[in-house]
């Protein structure tokens, strides 16, 4: 909050996809991909959702290519496990046309690889190598597209390098039969299918999302939306391949529940009360704050230093905020509040309140802080608000979903350390801005080759592993630079669009760093508030009433969409947050009167 941030370069950020011829096979290589060409139709590849077909033009070599076509939330996945041989180079290529082509290696033992191009019109080669681990048998080599994209073409698909060996292979294993899909909770299904003879590991599929491995029945599949019908596909897999997908099961997940906290209306209004200093926009005793408000986040705690954990919280000063009420007071306007139903939190960090949590001790200091804080004044929980350089990621801290870097790493732990100590009732909210988050889509931290800013898409370890704690994420669009969304086109702040792309990659899931293999799972909905600013004093970005309605209105009953399509359709969705209770009072409450005109309340 209270901040912007500049634009990062170009030559600091851009990664282009690998276009090159790759090095000349040694001669004990082989070309290991069966029917690349796709003379023999789709003989050996699997498509998602049925979205692969053989034509006969336009081709790159020989008479056929592969025709794939993204629908909806598929983005056309083909693709195919090949025998390999341990600790071995290997390079794969393409030709491929069209606009988003990706190509890729998952499964290596080492690093997952893949590159892309994002330039239609004539064949180009993609090409990416990569060395199998020391006891990797088996890759999944695949193709795909994207989001509403056009149909693309891929032909002459190779895996050169060391033939595993020779007769007597093992064969892939039969398709799963009788899977059956249960929904356990608001966001999550349990998969189920007997064994099939000869399988060592089996993938599970679901349209519109990246296939996962498995050793054994059953599968938890989790992060998923409530109150929505899925689809699954399961294929057994062995050194020898991949089966053909089983027959499609289907399960639609509970009413909307919520990790951590819950007890919020179905559709709430979230806003940041100034309770430690006035910025301008006047001093809002905590009785004063009208009913409007379902969530109140009291900005802010601030630590004694940037590294030290040890966080503080004062009321502001009677010479900057003449009103102050005493503390006695505003302990007994939160509990009024919360005895109407309402929650109060603290909210750490803001533009000012630099939180580095480089070591155990400054883990735990913040813990103890904070906990003081809570049970000082009676609070419901915790809204993390790091800004600037609070986070950002070590060199080499490559994957959301395993992160090292240590003020990553402890910052996890300290909340997960807070949830356990007040249990199912503790609230926890983010606000990071769309640089710690979506623009995570695009770049991850330093890159692989270093370079960029290591901030980029730092929150996203930090919201996957506490993902099922969390009650409520709303990220700040505002003080944002333009921001490419999951259509590849870039967005900019201050009209409905802005929050319809943001938004739709939180509620869909988006690949970090254009990794496929890496796709950070989509949120419930009744977990994703839209954050903007309440007047044009609060934040650059401020959004009129009207465009704040259709950016509602597309994403709870896609009308109103303007060019951009959304992945799906989100009644669930939470609410609104603002900076600030403080600036909606200065603009004459038009932000909170907009939002109870349109959902009735």
Not at 222 to 238: I, K, M, P
């Amino acid at each position: 909050m209270r901040r912007t941030w500049s634009l990062l370069t170009a030559a600091a950020l851009a990664a282009a996809a690998f276009l090159a011829t790759g090095p000349p096979a040694a001669a004990a290589d082989a070309d290991l991909v069966r029917n690349g060409g796709f003379e023999a139709g789709l003989d050996g590849w699997s498509c998602s959702a049925g979205s692969g077909a053989v034509v006969t033009t336009p081709v790159h070599g020989g008479g056929s290519a592969l025709r794939a076509t993204p629908a909806g939330q598929d983005n056309a996945r083909c693709s195919q496990s090949v025998t390999v041989k341990p600790d071995s180079p290997y390079t794969l290529a393409a030709w491929v046309q069209g606009a988003y082509v990706y190509l890729g290696a998952s499964g290596t033992g080492t690093t997952d690889v893949s590159a892309w191009t994002q330039t239609p019109g004539a064949w180009k080669q993609l090409t990416t190598t990569f060395r199998t681990g020391p006891s990797t048998t088996s890759v999944t080599v695949y193709t795909h597209g994207w989001y509403g994209q056009p149909a693309h073409l891929t032909d002459d698909l190779t895996l050169i390098g060391p033939d595993p060996g020779g007769p007597g292979q093992p064969q892939p294993p039969a398709a799963p039969t009788g899977l059956t899909a249960t929904a356990t909770s608001s966001s999550s299904v349990s998969l189920n299918w007997p064994a099939v003879p000869g399988a060592t590991s089996y993938t599970v599929h679901r349209d519109g999302a990246a296939p996962f491995s498995v050793t054994s029945a059953p599968a938890a599949v989790t992060g998923l939306a409530a109150s929505t019908t899925y689809t699954f596909r399961v294929s057994a897999v062995n050194a020898a391949g991949e089966s053909a997908q089983s027959a499609p099961a289907s399960a639609t997940t509970t009413a909307g529940g919520g990790g951590g906290g819950g007890g919020l209306p179905a559709h709430a209004l979230v806003g940041y009360l100034h309770a430690s200093f006035a910025n301008g926009s006047g001093y809002v005793r905590m009785a004063d704050v009208p009913a409007s408000w379902d969530v109140v986040n009291l900005a802010f705690g601030e630590p004694t230093s940037v590294t030290s954990g040890d966080i503080r919280f004062r009321l502001c000063p009677v010479a900057e905020c003449p009103n102050v009420e005493s503390p006695a007071e505003f302990k007994a306007a939160i509990k009024a509040k919360q005895a109407a139903g309402k929650k109060v939190l603290i909210s750490i960090g803001g533009q000012n309140g630099q939180v580095q949590l480089s070591t155990t001790a400054a883990r735990d200091t913040f813990v103890s802080s904070v906990s003081k804080i809570i049970d000082e004044y009676g609070l419901d929980g915790l809204d993390i608000d790091f800004e600037g350089h609070s986070l950002s990621l070590a060199t080499g801290d490559t994957d959301f979903r395993a992160p090292t870097t240590p003020v990553v790493v402890n910052l996890i732990s300290a909340v997960k350390t807070l949830k356990a100590r007040y249990g199912q009732g503790f609230v926890l909210t983010m606000a990071p801005e769309t640089f710690f988050v979506q623009l995570g889509h695009q770049f991850y931290g330093s890159g692989p080759w270093g370079g960029q800013d290591p901030r980029a898409g730092a929150y996203l370890p930090v919201i996957h592993a506490l993902r099922d704690d969390l009650t409520l994420l709303h990220v700040q669009d505002y003080n944002s630079g333009p921001i490419m969304g999951l259509d590849n086109q870039y967005h900019s702040m201050g009209g409905a669009d802005f929050h319809i792309a943001m938004t739709d990659m939180l509620l869909t899931g988006f690949p970090v760093a254009g990794n496929t293999a890496r796709v950070f799972p989509a949120l419930r909905p009744d977990q994703v508030a839209i954050g903007l600013p309440a007047t044009t004093n609060a934040g650059n970005g401020h959004t009129p009433p009207a465009e704040v309605n259709k950016a509602l209105n597309c994403l709870t009953k896609k009308t109103d969409c303007g060019s951009y399509q959304t992945h799906g359709t989100w009644p669930a969705l939470r609410g609104l947050m603002t900076w600030s209770i403080n600036w909606d009072r200065f603009g004459g409450w038009e932000f909170s009167r907009n939002f109870d005109a349109y959902f009735g309340g």
